[in-house]
């Protein structure tokens, strides 16, 4: 239940440092929504520690039995001191930073606020933490990729050169600073930072999967085929990897690269990964069951995907469900992203 400080530090960073799915169970069953409110937590089936879950992770609880919790997604227990109901998640929050303001309640705070998509309210506490505490790398991690999601790109790139002038010279933050410049357009200096990322350590799969979106946005779709099936081969469970791939495959301007088949594999993956709740994925399944000619399950799954899409994601999506309804597949252009990662 409780880590120590050191550690607490280290989870911190690499459970912020890239884009990757939640772990928030999304199972469509009777239970209780609960909060977790340390960094991280074991899930145990009896003296066994199965997995992990982190700070603000969302779970689905179906049984409580002495203090255990039952998550159902997992199949194990959370101990209950590790979590809050999710109706009153936000409450203990507030209370611990007023409790005891300082840089990790603070912190706490922004992380619970981000998974709510509160992003002003999370940048005020994440500008109050670094404000206690303005060598924190946890910190200063979270700022940039939250400055980079805010469009904010030169006080990004700010926040990881500290990082890295304070000596955390590690494959996630270059691969940070490098999705700060993908964002901004610049993918050679992208590369550069993805490149720089794997000679510290060549088997960080999440360098090798941006770096396969920065090399789609260049033309270079080859390369970017490879880089997500490596990044694939060294994290299997990566599902914005198999996803970017699927997107490739299924909408790519050139002929010889487009496979719709193994398109309709990787994003049937990517969504198994995030129990087919994720707006992005299945937009990506949809267009994949189009390249692959089947048609009725391209509009099926667009409908799906509208579903879970937010309002500034829905008109696209909408857009390619009518290409789908006339018969038609998407192709998409060169120089922009595969897919976004917000």
Not at 138 to 165: I, M, P, S, T
Not at 273 to 278: K, V
Not at 311 to 335: C, D, M, Q, V, W
Request: charged fraction near 30%; include cysteine; proline fraction near 2%.
């Amino acid at each position: 239940m409780r880590t120590s400080a050191t550690f607490v530090l280290l989870i911190a960073v690499l459970a912020s440092s890239t884009d990757r799915n939640l772990a928030d169970d999304t199972e469509r069953e009777d239970g209780q929504a609960y909060t977790v409110i340390e960094w991280v937590a074991d899930v145990r089936v009896g003296g066994d520690v199965i997995g992990k879950v982190r700070l603000a992770d969302r779970l689905l609880i179906t049984e409580e039995t002495n203090g255990w919790l039952w998550f159902a997604a997992r199949k194990g227990w959370v101990h209950h001191s590790d979590t809050v109901p999710f109706a009153e998640a936000a409450e203990h929050f507030d209370t611990a930073v007023a409790d005891k303001p300082s840089a990790e309640t603070y912190h706490q705070r922004a992380v619970f606020r981000l998974r709510q998509n509160e992003l002003e309210p999370a940048l005020a506490d994440l500008q109050e933490a670094h404000r206690h505490d303005a060598k924190n790398p946890a910190v200063l991690n979270d700022l940039g990729n939250l400055h980079r999601k805010l469009g904010q790109f030169e006080k990004a790139l700010g926040d990881f050169d500290e990082l890295l002038r304070l000596g955390a010279k590690t494959p996630e933050v270059y691969t940070n600073r490098g999705l700060v410049h993908q964002a901004a357009g610049r993918h050679e200096q992208a590369l550069a930072d993805f490149s720089a990322a794997l000679e510290l350590d060549e088997k960080f799969a999440p360098a090798w999967e941006a770096g396969g979106s920065s090399r789609y946005a260049l033309g270079d779709f080859r390369k970017a085929r490879e880089n997500f099936r490596h990044a694939i081969r060294l994290f299997s469970d990566f599902a914005l990897a198999h996803n970017n791939l699927a997107w490739l495959l299924a909408t790519c301007p050139e002929a010889e690269i487009r496979d719709g088949k193994a398109a309709v594999e990787a994003a049937t993956k990517a969504c198994e990964l995030t129990e087919f709740s994720n707006a992005r994925f299945l937009d990506t399944l949809a267009a994949a069951h189009a390249e692959a000619g089947d048609f009725e399950e391209a509009v099926k799954r667009a409908k799906q995907a509208i579903e879970f899409a937010d309002e500034n994601s829905r008109t696209p999506i909408e857009s390619r469900l009518e290409l789908y309804k006339a018969g038609h597949s998407f192709r998409l252009t060169t120089g922009v992203l595969l897919r976004s990662r917000e």
